[in-house]
Structure formats: C-alpha cells, structure tokens
C-alpha cells in the first residue's frame, strides 16, 4: 500500500500510456462511459472545466464580433447531399431518425412507428443547415458580413471510442460566417485559428502549431482548412482546433447569393471553426503526472482547496473560523483579473483520502491548516505541477498566492514547449523518419517520435510510408517556413516543410 | 402608410391575438421557422435572452447547491420502457435512430443502412438515462444527496407546432436529484419550484402562482408535480416551470439503491424539475405590445439603445464622441448588481427605420443624441414600455438611469398583476363558469376567460365540461387555499379550490 501512494494512478504513463489516460479521467472524475455505445458521461468535475473553456472562447469570440445562435439539431438528409464532397465525409458516421414514436411490438415491448417521409441525420455538423438558413437571410452586401457561432452537441458514428478525444456524440461550438469577398473570409479564417491558438497557449498552457492542412486531410468540402497541432507527453500529435475557408462550395451547393454594390447578384464566402470537448482531452495529456490530472490555474474550476484539519470538536471551531476568514483573504485576489476560485473540503473523510482525491482532480494549490498553522499564524501549500510543499506566513500567502498560480501557468506551458522541442526534428531521409518513427524500446511500444519536419512535394509520393509507419501529415506550419528543400522521399523540389507525426 | 406606422406589428392583439404572437416575434428578430419541420432557428437577438436567462437561472441553480453536468443525447429504447407511466406518456412523441450510416440508395441518391441492434431514442427528457447512471453512482448513504443539473436540447415530436410554446426541439434545463429521504426530496422540489417562481417575478417580471398539478397533469412517472403558472395578455394560462417529487417511482424502475446509515439497503427518492425556452413565449406574450416585443431590464441583452443622428460629416464626429462618452457613464452605472448594458447603433439606416427596428426589438430604453442635445448638453429618451419620451439633462439622465431601468421592471410586474387580477374570479357554479369561459364578443374569440377560482373535488366529474369548453386544472395554489367548499358540478364536498382556465 505503501508503494501504491506514491503514485496515484496505476499504470504509470511509462507503463501504459493509452490506459494511464483512462484511469487519470477515472481517478479526476471527469468523464464516464455510458450506457448508450459511444457515449459517455461528462461528470461534474469535468463539466465545470468545460464550462470555464467555454466562458473563455466565447469571451473572445463576442470581443471579436461573433452572435450567439441556435440551429436545428436535424438535417434533413436531401440537405447532406448537396454538397458532393461535405456528403462523401460524413455518410459513413451519421446517426439516421427515421420513425417519430414506438409503438406496442406483437411481441412485447415497443418498436418505432410513423416513419418519416425523409430520413432526418443527427448533426455530424452544421454547415448545410445553417447555409439553408443563411440563403433566406443574405440578399445584398448590406446584409454582410453574418458572424455566427452556436454551441451545441453533435454526432459522428465512430467505430473506436475514446472518451473526450473520439466520441459519438460530443460537445462544441461551430463558428458560421458569410463574407461578400474571398478576403474578408479568409481574413476570418485566419483570425479564429489566431483565436484558438490564443486560447491553447494563454489558457490551456499549450503550446500550438498553426499551419496549414494537406487536401487529403482537409475539411470535406473545405477549400483550405487551418489547425492548430499540439504535442502530447506521448510524442503524439493532437489537432486541437481547426478553422476552415469554404470557399464558394457551400454558398454554390446552398445558394447563398447577394447582390453587391454594382448591383450584380454574386455567391458568398462562408467560412466555419470550430473546438470541441476534445479539447477535455488534449489538456489531460499535456499536462498530467502519475498521479492524475494537472489543472492549468486559468481554467481551473477551483484554483485553490483549503483542508481544515483537526481531531475535536474544539480545534474543529476555531480552525473553521480561521480557514473561512482565509478563505475569504484569498478570494480578493485576481488572476488575469478574475478573482481568485477558492474551495473549503470539510468533509468527513480521512486525510489521506480527501488529499489524493484533490490531488487526482489536479487542483492547482492545496492549502492545509491544523492546529500548529493556527499557532504559528501559518499555512501549509502543496503546489500540484511540482509536488513542492512548504509552510508559509499566512500575510505572505496571501500576497504571494496571485504570482504562484501565474508562476504555476507559466512553468506548465514552459514544460510542455520543453518536451515539444526535444521531439521535434528536421528529418531529411527516409531512413532517419523510419528511425525516427519507430519505439526506442520494445517495454514503451507507446511513447515515441514526435514531430518531424520534412520537406514533401506531393503527398500522393508518400501514401506508402506513412501508411506503414501510421504516420499523418499533421500540417504545412504557417510561421518559419519559407525555405525551399527536396521532398525527403522522392527528392523532388519542394517550397515548405510539413510536420509529420503519429496522431490521435 | 401613416396609419401602420402607428402600431408596428399586423395584426395588433386585439384583431388577431395568435397571429400578433408570431408577427411579434417575426419584427422583434427573435426565431423563425426553420426548414426543418417543427424545429426553429433561435436568431442572435433571441439566443442572447436565452443566455441572460440561463446566467440567471445557473447562478441560482449553484447557489443553492447544484452541479451541472453532461449526459448522452441518446436512451436506449429498453430504458424508457422500465417506468411504465413514463414511456406511456412519451412514446407518442420520439424522434427514434434506427441507423448509424447512409449509402448509396439504388435509384441515386441516399438511403440509412447500418441497423443498430436496438434503436436509441432521441432524449424527450432523461430521467430514465440519469437514472441509469446514477444506479452505479449510489452506493451509500455518504453518496447523498447527487443534485444535478443539465442544459441541454430535448425531442418531443409535436403535430402541432408554435414557435417556442411548442417546437420538436427545444433547449431546456433539467435538474435531476437523488435524496435518502422522502422528506428531503420534497424539500428539493418545493426549494425548485420557489427558485423558477423568483425567476419568473424578479427577472421576468411575470407574477406566477405555484401549485399542485391533479393527477391526470402530472408529469408521466411523477408522484406530485408542482408548477408555476402565469396568466398571458389573452388571459389564457402558460405553465412556465415544473418541479417533480418522483417518489421512488424511477429508483425502484433504475434500481437507484444505497445502504442507511443502519447497513440496510433502500430504495432512493428522486426529484426533477426543468424549464425551457417556453420561457421567452411567456415573456412575449406577458409584456409586448402592439409596436412588438417589450424586455424586462433585467434579462435584456441591451438595456440601453443610444442612436446618434447627424445630417454630415462634421457634426458626425461631435456626436459620435459625446455618444461614446455618455455610453461609458451610462456602463458605469448598475442594475441590481450589474454594470448596464449599452449599445450604440450607428449603422447607416434611415432614423425611423433605425428607431423601429429597437422598439420592435424591444429594448428598454432608447436614447437619440442629435445636435441640439449636444448643444443644450441633453438626451431624449425614450421608455419602451410606456412610450413615454422627454428630454433630459445629461447629468440627470446619467443619476436617474438606473432608477428608471428598476421602476420600469416593478411597473411591468405590476402591470401583468393587474391583469391578473382583473381576469381572475372565484366561481362556484356550472352556468357562472360556462359564461366566464365563453367569448364576449365573436370579433375576438381568442381573448376571453382568465383564471377561475372554483372548489373541486374529483377531476372525473368534470372532464366532459372542461373537455366541451376547453378548459384545463391549471394547479391546485399553494397559498391561500384552505378553505373547504362544495364542488362547483356536484356540489360534494371539496377540501380546496383549483384554477381552471384555457391553456397554452
């Protein structure tokens, strides 16, 4: 037992990465599997991350002029069609509704009934509901730009689940704008990947990539589709968020028409972005240890528990009363200029397990205070992303507490830059990528590789490879890349690297 | 033309009351039909009420010790089928998933294929998939109270359909708990029910009457359900919230079990309780006018309009900058706690048109800074609800805003009181109560009746009447309601008195 405390989940990412991910969400209360396939349970704990995700984006999204808005959550199937490529991505994984009530069955039990004359999907996205929408609404220039976004479930019918990264029905949002030129929307384009990049760094404290996709793993009807990459602890690649230029495809496929200023009837130029509670996902295996989850202190729900500690009823009082009057003290205090979330845990458990049950939620400071803090005027603080403890002046807590969770911020996304960079290579041959891309060790088939930048000319010349190693083109990287080089597998001339990486 | 532009929505209430309810939301920019049968689009200005509201309702929901959290859109159809009174009350209406993929049909276009196994229900409500959950969830007695709630969008497949009163889709909460204790679990619907009926008067400004609902009302599955009822500008009633004591009714369907405190295991008592965005129909039809929507201060997404006129270029930016200026002092103000919420409107439309598309819309008060205002340093101001303008010292205006904004929410209460109370009447026979319920003029069939307080003992007795002038038991009222009477149909003896009257 004594072993088992030190670290808190069992296997350790060095024994087991995948299931090490699974039992971090377990042990975090997080997330849960549902009964319905594919599905899962986003538990309090979880829930209130998302929500504080949430609160962030759509403080930027308002600030960079976007409405909130709501769509149906079924598109009519003729509606799917339209769009040749939009469709071929997303038939394969569409939930259908066919019948609209059940009915008593011959054999007991129900069974539906009053099918309807067209099947109805369940959104996988909202593109072309949204589009039908926008069509009636644009009629001149003067009705341009729209800038919507809308929160929302979707459904995508996978196979392999995963709970956070790949589930049949998660959460997100799904920006939709209309634009009366090719620049302004691609100018949008742009700024909402700038947006998520923003949020991924200053927030979530992990360091992205922005860049280009290649058009095999571009958006299914997408003219240009721009992600951000993360780097998981497991050397793995995350898109983390992706902003997509339509084009005209969308507003051809739904007729969305304006009439400009000369008075000509022109189609539009739509974009769509979106983040989901992947996101959840990615953030777990940024910045979590062996024993569980680590909260950046931005998005933590709750940035700081206080455990009052005692043995009678006595202590009992007198250490409430200092832990609340602490508690408040610590709550006047900002970070970013949000006061500071403080929690008091006086529940009826052992030490031990209300410690580790904080611990494995990865909240960012615990407090402790017993009665020898109370004598000394003091406290006891353990920092999550460090495991350091110390016991300081209760005066000096209080003016330090604000700096420690920025320091705490800063040193998370400096850790995950660090382990970024010491993965990342410029790889120039193919067997230096095959080496690259293949375990160090039999006893960590897991952890691996990393990014590779290489210079490729045609994506079709590497289909072989990567298959084989399942390695993806993750993107061509927006920043630092204009240096001509040779494909590194046929030799040919080619403009810019791309990062390649295996992928969740 | 002058004659329309007196009133702004055809037809006014008075000519055409469900026709005026559609127009009013048509002008006023808040849904519209989407081409999605029985769903509608929830437009920028009309999902930005919805987000005030749910602001609202989730602090209210936290401060009196809730979560929230995420379940899956989808039941299994065997899972509705555990709570016998529950699945007869919503097979009638559910959108049913058959297929997980479309494919290429043979005469061209799609058709579903991937039959699942067993069909899954889209959501009409979840307390069977909550249950589900929260059966692995308790164990102990240490387990309770779980207090739960979720925003999320629910199926109810609807012949008849009414833009927000009664879409296919709509958005809702529901709240979803689990106590050791029947007494506790009463407690919890009461407590909810008292929070939806502060929102309702305090936000909405829309006085309610909180009940019991009589058997043949109650939720399917419930033991008692209370709801808040508000009496509509046609007199007829909306039940605006409801509040479900479920007894062990879904514990003993779901096997929601623990151990007391004695070691012996029970069964667990649940409550749920939800409103939805049924919500912005009652606050249309309680508040608007013939000129469309009117907001209460409290939940308007703009409290404050300030529209700049200008005839050129040079007093344009005299104005614009005395505009931005008293916009920033008027922000600095405060309603009940919140910084006041102000929007300027300088698009390049022509002044009437400008000044309806606001009072159309709704917002509270509407400000226009023209030049002679710059020069006598003053506003004119107008207020929605009343109509009444005035030109106002700026300083002044800046010192009084918020008292006009709070005078404006309690006279709008009080307004919707005393219709109320004009319309209400105790009642104690059948002629009495056929007249009170029967038009008094063929030109408006639609506005009649109110709320008739009448002593009942057995809603057998009186279902062919109330099935003849379709009329419903809206509750049995919590306060006021101990004096026994005689049955207005059968004169046997009756404990108390309900209210009965046209409903939405």
Chains 1, 2 share one sequence.
Not at 190 to 195: E, T
Not at 329 to 344: I, N, Y
Not at 408 to 429: C, D, P, V
Request: glycine fraction near 6%; include cysteine; charged fraction near 25%.
């Amino acid at each position: 037992m004594a072993k088992a405390a030190k670290h808190a989940i069992t296997p350790t990412r060095a024994e087991d990465y995948p299931e090490w991910y699974q039992q971090v969400i377990k042990a975090g209360d997080l997330a849960e599997p549902s009964p319905v396939r594919g599905c899962m349970v986003i538990k309090p704990w979880g829930f209130a991350l998302w929500e504080s995700m949430q609160r962030a984006l759509d403080d930027m999204f308002k600030a960079t002029g976007h409405q909130n808005a709501y769509f149906p959550l079924f598109i009519p199937m003729s509606f799917l069609e339209k769009e040749a490529e939009h469709v071929e991505g997303f038939a394969k994984e569409c939930a259908v509704v066919t019948h609209h009530r059940l009915e008593p069955s011959e054999g007991g039990g129900l069974r539906p009934a009053g099918p309807l004359e067209e099947p109805l999907i369940v959104r996988p996205t909202s593109e072309t509901i949204i589009g039908a929408t926008y069509a009636k609404w644009v009629q001149s220039w003067r009705d341009l730009p729209i800038k919507i976004n809308q929160w929302a479930n979707v459904v995508r019918w996978e196979m392999r689940t995963r709970m956070f990264l790949r589930t049949a029905e998660f959460l997100w949002q799904e920006g939709h704008t209309v634009h009366a030129t090719a620049e302004e929307a691609w100018e949008e384009t742009q700024a909402m990947i700038d947006v998520y990049a923003e949020f991924a760094e200053r927030w979530m404290a992990m360091p992205v990539i922005r860049g280009y996709k290649t058009p095999a793993e571009r958006f299914p009807g997408a003219v240009e589709t721009l992600s951000i990459e993360a780097m998981m602890q497991d050397r793995k690649a995350l898109q983390a968020g992706t902003s997509h230029f339509l084009g005209q495809n969308f507003s051809k496929a739904q007729e969305i028409q304006f009439q400009d200023q000369a008075g000509d009837l022109q189609f539009a130029w739509t974009t769509s972005w979106g983040v989901s509670t992947r996101l959840i996902g990615a953030l777990i295996m940024t910045h979590s240890d062996d024993d569980g989850f680590v909260l950046p202190p931005r998005l933590a729900p709750a940035q700081i528990v206080i455990l009052p500690i005692y043995r009678n009823d006595q202590q009992r009082s007198a250490i409430l009363e200092y832990v609340d009057s602490l508690k408040e003290e610590l709550q006047a205090q900002t970070m970013a200029g949000a006061p500071l979330r403080v929690e008091v845990d006086d529940r009826d458990l052992r030490g031990g397990e209300k410690k580790w049950h904080h611990v494995k939620r990865g909240v960012p400071i615990r407090i402790e205070i017993g009665p020898k803090d109370l004598e000394k005027n003091a406290a006891f603080v353990a920092r999550r992303d460090t495991g350091e403890t110390c016991s300081m002046p209760r005066a000096q807590l209080v003016v330090e507490i604000a700096d420690m969770l920025c320091n705490m911020q800063k040193s998370l996304f400096q850790r995950a830059e660090s382990l970024r960079q010491a993965h990342s290579k410029t790889i120039e041959t193919v067997d230096e990528f095959r080496q690259f891309f293949t375990p160090e060790s039999p006893d960590q088939p897991e952890i691996h590789g990393g990014f590779a930048y290489c210079h490729f000319a045609d994506e079709q010349d590497l289909q072989e490879l990567l298959k084989e190693l399942k390695v993806t083109i993750r993107c061509i990287p927006q920043a630092d890349n204009d240096q001509p080089g040779k494909c590194f597998v046929t030799g040919k001339a080619a403009p810019r690297m791309a990062i390649f990486a295996k992928a969740y």
